[in-house]
């Protein structure tokens, strides 16, 4: 039996804290296409978690 695609998604942000300072996050994950799920249906949804999950852990560290 053929092993489901595998997506991996890593996104980040960098952002100027000043006085020469930053703050550099990063998130990523990979997944497997679940059944039912095409490639790109697979890829949107492991991109808006991985998209979500960086703007709430940017709002943690900048507002928390």
């Known amino acids: ?3 489901p695609a ?3 998604f890593s996104v980040g942000y960098t952002k100027n804290m ?3 300072n930053s703050l550099r996050i990063d998130v990523g ?3 497997s ?5 095409d490639l790109n249906a697979a890829a949107d ?3 808006t978690f991985v998209s ?3 703007v709430a852990r940017i ?3 900048t507002e928390g």
């Open 18 to 20: 000043g006085d020469f």
């Open 6 to 8: 595998r997506i991996t």
């Open 33 to 37: 296409v679940r059944p039912g799920e």
């Open 29 to 31: 994950v990979e997944d």
């Open 1 to 3: 039996m053929t092993e």
């Open 45 to 47: 949804r492991i991109y």
């Open 52 to 54: 979500d999950q960086l």
């Open 59 to 61: 709002k943690e560290e």
